[in-house]
């Protein structure tokens, strides 16, 4: 094998909430960069200085001398690819890697002797090298480990987190080879000011990823599950968090509903690949189990306030606040209030969304409900799904509202209005 060049030039494969930043950090230092994505709105969007997901600002959008292309012949030129598109699931919670692979087409036809191609696509130990290798192999007529070299390195992105930045959290890297990994070491090094963790290998590296997740996921199952057995005792989830929070070793999760593109989808591939070797997941899919179940949940204490305060869930009028997957974010990928939305319209109640981080027209498309701009009119019931910021702020109009008749239910999933009993013609429920 001949000694690799350090020279490079990167391309970014995939521009969404993992890939931007990336890209834009990789375009502030010396290093030509390439931002590719094969949506040609978004490019157009990004050339502009916009970022639909206003997780980047215009400003930091035009601080950096990335170069966008949607033209995937302007992938030749590059020498270094990373692949950071998304890996979702599919309908049986299976794992879908058709974008990963695709993009695997895309950058194997542009590939040459000496490249080498990272992903931080979330996958399942051994995708890199097992599923992705064989791709790149077809697509360029190279072999692996003589012509190309492949590595993996996880990405950390937390959409709508400003504190753990790219460049301020540590980032795993591993390679196919020492000298591969050595190259990968120090391109990271460029953006990472945080550091670089050398994996041993590239299997443990995807590993390292899709515990992260797993792990929280698991935690929150805990919580959710708590909460359960909590509303059945009658006592308050959020008081017993509390108390228990005051032991300097209590891990402060808290129930919630848990989607996204990340924590309610990774476990299904560690999920994946152990049922491939022949070992059927226990806690993991115990924990899935629990959120997922969570969404009708959420439906069924809507139905219980509603008996509680007499009157039947069809025909009930019911405001939908926050349809984000988590809060503060316009992210609404994997949301599972939809769940929540569907069965209760399912059972005849009349659904209107409110969440002034998405617009009337997403809201509308997504989720197959009308919208309001404004917290007013007449509510049977009101869900609070998410803790947005603003929501805190909004107290005083979303306790004033009143439906035609009775008390008004607030199903209030985060609890962000907790101990909140002063309005005795309020029913308040809680996770």
Excluded at 93 to 105: G, H, Q, R, T, Y
Excluded at 119 to 125: G, I, K, Q, R
Excluded at 289 to 310: C, F, R
Aim: with cysteine.
């Amino acid at each position: 094998m001949k000694t690799l060049s350090p020279k490079r030039i990167v391309a970014v494969v995939g521009l969404g909430y993992v890939g931007l930043p990336l890209a834009l950090a990789f375009g502030r230092t010396k290093i030509k960069t390439i931002g590719f994505d094969v949506k040609e709105k978004r490019i157009n969007e990004l050339k502009s200085g916009k970022d639909s997901t206003e997780e980047l600002s215009e400003k930091e959008i035009k601080n950096s001398k990335l170069v966008y292309s949607f033209d995937s012949n302007s992938l030749k030129e590059a020498n270094f690819f990373i692949v950071a598109v998304p890996t979702p699931v599919l309908k049986n919670n299976d794992p879908d890697m058709s974008l990963v692979l695709k993009a695997s087409e895309t950058v194997g036809k542009n590939l040459k002797k000496g490249d080498i191609v990272v992903y931080e696509s979330t996958v399942y130990p051994g995708a890199t090298e097992e599923d992705c290798v064989p791709v790149l192999e077809k697509l360029s007529g190279l072999k692996w480990k003589k012509d190309f070299f492949v590595g993996y390195s996880p990405e950390r992105i937390n959409p709508g987190d400003k504190e753990h930045t790219l460049e301020k959290v540590m980032k795993i890297v591993s390679g196919d080879t020492p000298e591969a990994v050595k190259i990968i070491t120090a391109i990271y090094k460029k953006v990472c000011r945080a550091g670089v963790h050398v994996a041993p290998n590239i299997k443990t590296a995807e590993a390292a990823k899709v515990i992260e997740n797993t792990q929280r996921d698991i935690n929150i199952a805990l919580m959710n599950e708590l909460s359960l057995i909590f509303h059945r005792m009658e006592i308050n989830t959020s008081d017993v968090l509390a108390a228990a929070g005051t032991k300097w070793n209590f891990l402060k999760f808290t129930p919630g509903l848990v989607g996204g593109h990340c924590i309610g989808v990774d476990p299904y591939y560690l999920v994946h690949k152990a049922k491939q070797l022949g070992y059927k997941s226990q806690v993991i899919t115990a924990g899935r189990y629990i959120n997922d179940y969570m969404p009708e949940y959420v439906a069924q204490l809507t139905i219980d306030g509603l008996k509680e305060a007499g009157k039947e869930v069809k025909g009930a009028k019911i405001l939908v606040m926050g349809l984000t997957f988590k809060e503060n974010v316009k992210d609404y990928r994997n949301s599972k209030i939809a769940i929540t939305i569907d069965k209760l319209k399912k059972l005849g109640s009349n659904i209107v969304g409110y969440d002034p981080l998405l617009d009337s027209e997403t809201i509308q498309k997504e989720f197959d409900i009308p919208v309001t701009t404004k917290i007013a009119g007449v509510y049977d019931v009101i869900i609070i799904s998410t803790a947005h910021k603003i929501f805190y702020k909004q107290k005083k109009e979303i306790f004033a509202l009143k439906p035609k008749e009775g008390k008004l239910v607030i199903v209030d999933v985060k609890n962000i209005f907790r101990n909140t009993n002063e309005n005795k013609n309020i029913i308040h429920l809680s996770l």
